[in-house]
């Protein structure tokens, strides 16, 4: 069965997020006013970098189970991750985890035991930053992902397949993205062809509608656009999402549309729910 492979040190998994950083993520959330798209984001790509990091980490350090790039595209198209470039992508998570940008200090919620809460000061890891200026190059987007995870399969021909995960708020602004998207679906290992999920970012109120399996559910144009540069969510990710509450039907692909900053988190914890081989 497809979509199968142990992720292990000598075959790890492959994860890309790009991001859409165009000068409209600058906007907030329309029941989240304290808060941009941008930023949003931001910390929902940072939260995710710290959960594959944790995912790895032994008693013998950080495994290199999984390699992560990140692409922001706005005014230019550039990576993400400290010392990666977007000719060079990706890195091992055990790199990753050696050079955030910088440390944060920030107030964590917790139980104080008698029925109420109190803050915490807990250290937060920052490698991406949120920016939010000019337009939305997501074709250059997808393809600087498609040469990435093209180097990877060829390096690993037996790894579960690449994830690419898109966050956007808006139309692609250098063309139709259907065709970058099937150039970049169409690059596979012995295990299936190339994961590409979307995530469409609202400032209107509304609550998140995810994984539909129906084209005819949709009534834009540009979100069946979306739809149908996506993924069907493979059996892994089906149960995730089942797992989670989610009603997603046969062949629900992986795309959200109108998600809020909880659906950010959601949407990337599904999309990347893979887990290591343990001790190897």
């Known amino acids: 069965?497809?979509?199968?492979?142990?992720?292990?040190?000598?075959?790890?998994?492959?994860?890309?997020?790009?991001?859409?950083?165009?000068?409209?993520?600058?906007?907030?959330?329309?029941?989240?006013?304290?808060?941009?798209?941008?930023?949003?984001v931001a910390d929902a790509v940072n939260r995710l970098v710290q959960n594959l990091v944790l995912r790895s980490a032994k008693a013998d350090g950080v495994r290199d189970y999984f390699h992560v790039g990140v692409v922001g595209y706005g005014k230019t198209i550039k990576a993400g991750l400290r010392g990666t470039t977007v000719e060079d992508l990706l890195a091992p998570i055990s790199k990753v985890s050696d050079r955030?940008?910088?440390?944060?200090?920030?107030?964590?919620?917790?139980?104080?035991?008698?029925?109420?809460?109190?803050?915490h000061p807990v250290k937060f890891p920052i490698w991406f930053?949120?920016?939010?200026?000019g337009k939305t190059p997501m074709c250059a987007a997808i393809a600087a992902a498609t040469a990435a995870v093209a180097r990877f399969a060829?390096?690993?021909?037996?790894?579960?397949p690449p994830i690419v995960l898109n966050l956007t708020d808006g139309k692609p602004s250098d063309g139709i993205p259907l065709d970058a998207a099937r150039a970049l679906r169409?690059?596979?290992?012995?295990?299936?062809?190339?994961?590409?999920?979307?995530?469409?970012?609202?400032?209107?109120?509304?609550l998140p509608t995810y994984f539909l399996h129906?084209?005819?559910l949709i009534t834009d144009t540009y979100s069946r656009l979306l739809?149908?540069?996506?993924?069907?969510l493979?059996?892994?990710?089906?149960?995730a999402a089942r797992g989670d509450g989610f009603d997603v039907q046969p062949e629900a692909r992986g795309v959200v549309f109108n998600a809020d900053p909880l659906a950010i988190v959601r949407f990337l914890d599904i999309g990347t729910r893979v887990a290591p081989a343990g001790g190897r």
């Open 1 to 40: 069965m497809p979509y199968a492979a142990a992720i292990t040190r000598t075959c790890p998994a492959c994860v890309v997020l790009l991001v859409d950083q165009s000068g409209s993520m600058a906007e907030p959330f329309a029941e989240h006013p304290e808060q941009s798209k941008a930023a949003a």
């Open 227 to 232: 739809y149908r540069m996506s993924s069907v």
């Open 214 to 216: 129906d084209e005819q």
């Open 100 to 119: 955030p940008i910088r440390i944060e200090t920030r107030n964590k919620l917790i139980p104080d035991g008698d029925g109420g809460v109190v803050e």
């Open 186 to 206: 169409h690059v596979k290992t012995a295990d299936g062809r190339t994961l590409l999920f979307n995530l469409v970012l609202s400032a209107d109120p509304g």
């Open 234 to 239: 493979p059996p892994r990710m089906w149960d």
């Open 154 to 160: 060829a390096t690993y021909p037996e790894a579960f």
């Open 129 to 133: 930053d949120a920016e939010a200026v």
